[in-house]
């Protein structure tokens, strides 16, 4: 591997991303899967580094889902999409952060056909105001949260008390690094590093100290893609996908992966299970499996938070293996216990993976 | 006669007109960028088809280019080419020259490979261009990876910088398929257990013997020819190269682990090619090479009166054509030169 | 803490599908290096489908492409081959049109022999 290769195409890829002053739009189903990860990245961007970040309880979903699914059409998607720049506008802020890669994905595909195609937006201001009455302004810079992450990636990194190292071992730890396609695929340009050698989760490992991995399956979808997983019959077709990635990861022997994309994140996840009962296959050393972990996770664990707060029992894939190899020090005990000490119930055991209690 | 050309140049088409005007008793000027003349033809090793060294060709090349009224100037840009009273006035920057008529023969360049970013190159060793491949053949022996590894396969990317929408080029440089091919049957030479693949998307063999190439790589030397383009190229664990290629002819994805990838990169108009014609206010075809004032019936002038053009800057072309083009050019010239216009 | 009996494995609606990329490093192509010795013809072809066009089978059955199951061959896809193989009628038109002169008739003689072999574990 030629690194500066790598970097000559990184540095034809940079974007623009704001300073301060954003606007928050939540994701759908991430709270669901993967609580703690929201409440983290607010946590390091408004308690830690003091920026401005607000969102606004009327916001609903961008649609984002319905649209892929062919259930919303694309004139309502803009037109939903239109009312949360509205929100945004009337709160007076300009610069929008996204949660979810398919909303940034869909907002970014959304401003680029109303920049080619005026009369589109125009007829998407009509139907606001019959709608709702609300008047908008286009966002004047729009990232995703794992972008927010990458700009202030040094800074977390000073104010953090851990680091991607194996404690006993003092080695880097080895990250796949994996990235939402609705990142850069469809625009290169929108994401940092373009579409082949995206850099915007390579930057956060290497400057917390990890090292990353470039496997041959790395380009590939995880398989989510909204609408074949769906319908129960078509998800052979995702879980082959995720299988794809992970036999061609397995002679590298990751760490862990990082993901940005909340639907990748579950594929990987869940996936690992799914394939573990189905075929008895594990993709790890002692059918460990291989932790996966949202950007804001890694970030929250390097600013040295506790993994329980951060939502990392939620995992199916067990993280202790790899919070013992970071050295790392969380208490067992409390694992399934919520705030008030009461127990929140525990799942049941697997029958491959291994599962710690 | 006392007319002067000056050509910019050194390459196969403007060595070999300097070699002819000379014959025809002009005075000639031949300025070349490099340190020798012979342009990218000291890059190959054999040429296609008969596998015939180069330097026979550069010898051939270099013989003609002698005689008092022969002038060569190596490591010499041209910076500016001006009209003066009926001919022309062209300064390198350290001296100026005049002349009646000039030559453009600038030449192309090959594609930067590194903008095609699925492929790899200049991140992953083991993927070379055919240049690269061609100089290794020069040097003579076995064909090693950049670490030193004896390949076990190696794999041919057609098409690479041609014939593609996305950066920009939508024309076929003509001669890298039987290049490929050439080197194809090269590679077995020297590496005769290992397993070599082309994969094209078209096999243009226009060429008389081009097709007797084609038979004796698949016949003698079983090469093995997949048609589909490559995708994309990723590192395995061990540096080896994954690439996924579409079979068309079976209608299935294929993947497969070569150990060697080489990209047959295209022809591009030269940074000289562009250059000289933006100073001299050259019209360029939509692909930017230089445009010549009939596409049938005279390539060889320009929009400008007295400036003439040959070779590959204004497309692509194998070598013997070169040659005829320059002799061609030579033709053209010596009619213009003995014109009698008043005023000229 | 732990619910410790196994759970039941669910009916999941689904199975893993099947990669369908010819994966050349894995497959055996001791079949086509046979054919490749005793008919070396073979090596000529260049996929041009003048063999299936005229093909009595192609024109009547299912599926039958001479030019594709050569294709197959030579990466090493033996089951296809095996499903369809058998149809072939030896008519030979296939031969008179091939523009390389490669002999189909011979070829498929040999793959049948070859397939044989293999199934019953014989050296090739």
Not at chain 2, 232 to 256: C, F, H, Q, W, Y
């Amino acid at each position: 591997m030629i690194i500066e290769g790598k970097k000559t195409v990184w540095s034809q890829y940079q974007k623009n991303i704001a300073d301060d002053h954003y606007f928050y739009i939540r994701s759908c189903i991430r709270q669901n899967l993967w609580p703690g990860s929201e409440t983290a990245f607010l946590r390091i961007i408004r308690d830690e580094l003091r920026k401005d970040v607000i969102e606004d309880a009327n916001h609903t979903t961008c649609t984002g889902i319905g649209y892929h699914t062919d259930v919303v059409p694309i004139e309502t998607t803009m037109t939903v999409v239109a009312r949360l720049f509205a929100l945004m506008t009337e709160r007076g802020y300009e610069n929008m952060i996204t949660s979810c890669i398919t909303s940034f994905g869909v907002i970014t595909e959304i401003l680029e056909t109303w920049h080619e195609f005026p009369e589109t937006e125009a007829r998407t201001r009509e139907f606001l105001k019959k709608a709702t009455g609300r008047k908008f302004k286009v966002p004047h810079n729009l990232a995703h949260a794992s972008d927010i992450i990458y700009k202030f990636r040094k800074e977390i990194k000073e104010k953090g008390t851990r680091s991607l190292v194996n404690a006993n071992t003092g080695e880097k730890l080895r990250v796949v690094e994996h990235i939402g396609c609705h990142y850069s695929k469809m625009f290169p340009h929108k994401g940092i590093g373009g579409a082949e050698f995206p850099y915007v989760l390579i930057g956060m490992i290497e400057d917390w100290g990890g090292e990353v991995i470039d496997y041959p399956e790395r380009r590939h979808c995880c398989g989510f893609g909204f609408r074949q997983y769906l319908v129960k019959a078509n998800r052979g077709f995702s879980i082959a996908c995720t299988k794809k990635k992970f036999e061609s990861m397995e002679q590298f022997k990751p760490d862990f992966i990082i993901t940005n994309c909340p639907g990748c994140n579950y594929f990987l996840d869940r996936w690992q299970y799914v394939i573990s009962e189905m075929e008895g296959k594990t993709y790890s050393e002692n059918n460990d499996g291989i932790p996966i972990l949202t950007y804001e996770e890694v970030a929250g664990l390097v600013m040295g938070y506790d993994p329980w707060d951060l939502g990392m029992q939620m995992h199916q894939v067990g993280v202790e293996p790899l919070l013992d190899k970071m050295g790392v020090d969380y208490d067992p005990k409390k694992k399934y216990l919520d705030k008030n000490g009461n127990s929140m119930g525990s799942p049941e055991k697997p029958n491959v993976l291994n599962f710690c209690c | 006669m006392n007319k002067y050309v000056f050509i910019v140049g050194g390459g196969v088409a403007g060595a070999e007109a300097a070699s002819q005007l000379l014959k025809l008793g002009f005075n000639v000027t031949l300025a070349e960028k490099e340190s020798q003349v012979g342009g990218k033809l000291n890059q190959w090793d054999r040429l296609f088809p008969s596998k015939r060294k180069s330097t026979e060709v550069a010898r051939f090349l270099a013989e003609g280019l002698s005689g008092n009224n022969f002038r060569l100037l190596l490591n010499t840009d041209i910076l500016n080419i001006e009209r003066t009273n009926g001919g022309f006035s062209i300064s390198s920057g350290t001296a100026k020259f005049q002349a009646d008529a000039v030559l453009i023969a600038t030449g192309y360049d090959v594609f930067d490979a590194r903008i095609k970013e699925e492929y790899g190159y200049g991140i992953y060793e083991n993927v070379i261009t055919s240049v690269e491949l061609e100089a290794r053949f020069k040097e003579g022996g076995k064909i090693f990876t950049p670490k030193g590894q004896e390949p076990k396969r190696i794999g041919f990317v057609h098409c690479v910088g041609s014939r593609d929408e996305k950066v920009g080029n939508h024309y076929c440089s003509q001669v890298c398929c039987v290049t490929a091919v050439k080197q194809a049957m090269e590679v077995k030479e020297v590496l005769p257990r290992s397993e070599v693949f082309c994969f094209y998307m078209d096999l243009r063999m226009f060429g008389l013997q081009f097709e007797d190439l084609y038979r004796e790589a698949q016949e003698k030397w079983g090469v093995n020819f997949i048609r589909g383009r490559v995708s994309e190229a990723a590192e395995n664990i061990d540096g080896s190269i994954l690439i996924k290629v579409e079979d068309t002819l079976a209608g299935r994805p294929l993947k497969m682990k070569v150990d060697l990838l080489v990209l047959m990169v295209g022809f591009v108009p030269s940074a000289g090619t562009q250059n000289i014609g933006k100073i001299l206010n050259l019209e360029f075809t939509p692909e930017k090479f230089l445009k010549p004032s009939d596409e049938h019936i005279d390539t060889y002038s320009t929009n400008q009166k007295g400036v003439f053009i040959a070779g590959t800057c204004k497309a692509p072309k194998t070598i013997t054509d070169t040659f005829a083009d320059a002799r061609a050019a030579v033709l053209k010239i010596k009619q213009y030169l003995e014109e009698d216009v008043p005023g000229k | 803490m732990f619910q410790e009996s196994k759970p039941k494995i669910p009916e999941w609606g689904y199975g893993i599908n099947k990669d369908r990329q010819i994966d050349f490093d894995r497959n055996d192509r001791r079949l086509a290096e046979y054919i490749r010795k005793y008919e070396p013809s073979y090596k000529l072809c260049i996929s041009c489908g003048a063999c299936t066009a005229t093909c009595t089978t192609a024109n009547l059955t299912d599926f039958y492409n001479i030019r594709r199951l050569n294709v197959f061959l030579m990466r090493g896809e033996i089951d296809e081959i095996n499903k369809h193989i058998d149809k072939c009628m030896f008519c030979g038109k296939c031969e008179l049109v091939c523009p390389r002169g490669v002999n189909t008739r011979k070829v498929i003689l040999i793959m049948k022999e070859g397939i044989k072999k293999i199934k019953q574990n014989e050296q090739l």
